[in-house]
């Protein structure tokens, strides 16, 4: 079992910035690949990035430069900075565990919004 707790979201007007974590408990940290989605009003969650056991890391196109995924294993969280917000990045952000690093994200946090205003 993996339990996972986001926090970090809120309104910020566009361009602004804002740092998303992920505290994750249970399965030892260090054994599973970890990934932001997001879910935005009236569409299909999306993906967002995702972090290897190794560290490598994967973004959706439409973050790529602007957003950064990071993990500390010391403290057990995942975190999800974003820079140059936009509106269009508006959505529920949510933290996923994949603990058989086979994309098939068995755990899933609660979410947190994240608001952009024009």
């Known amino acids: 079992q993996v339990q996972l707790v986001e926090s970090g979201g809120g309104l910020v007007e566009a361009g602004g910035s804002l740092r998303l974590s992920c505290a994750a408990s249970g399965r030892p940290f260090s054994n599973y690949a970890l990934a932001w989605f997001r879910q935005a009003p009236g569409k299909e969650r999306e993906f967002v990035a995702r972090i290897t056991l190794g560290g490598r890391y994967t973004y959706t196109d439409s973050v790529k430069g602007r957003f950064t995924i990071s993990r500390d294993s010391a403290k057990n969280t995942v975190y999800l900075q974003m820079n140059s917000l936009k509106p269009e990045d508006t959505a529920v952000y949510y933290c996923?565990?994949?603990?058989?690093?086979?994309?098939?994200?068995?755990?899933w946090g609660q979410g947190t919004q994240v608001t952009v205003s024009s």
């Open positions: 996923a565990a994949d603990v058989n690093t086979d994309f098939s994200y068995e755990y």
